[in-house]
């Protein structure tokens, strides 16, 4: 019985060390408004998140609508703060619905 009673215990512990990996929050913030004060709003929100979290989350921003505009080549004005927003961990994404209704290709977006 003593045996039976450590084996439960032990799957226990283990099971709730999570196996030995590390779960994250999964955010994804949506950007459907272009601009400067848009971003803005949006770095605010990631700020939060990283707050409330700490490294424990994973944020992506996916751009739709007039947004996929910030993620193009030909808008430079946004791509300073995007890289510094992508070489923090943030994923940046297009919604691949606004690419075919804007006619905007992988190659038109900066990498």
Known sequence: MKRILVASLS?????????????????VVEMSVAGVDAWKDAVSQISELRSAFKEDVQIEVVFLGEALAALQKTDTELQAALNKAA?????????????????????????
């Open 11 to 27: 799957l226990c512990v283990f099971a709730l060390s999570g196996f030995g990996q590390t779960h994250k929050h999964r955010v």
């Open 87 to 111: 070489e923090s961990g943030v994923v940046l994404a297009a919604c691949q619905s606004s690419m075919k209704a804007h006619n905007v290709t992988s190659q038109d977006l900066f990498p």
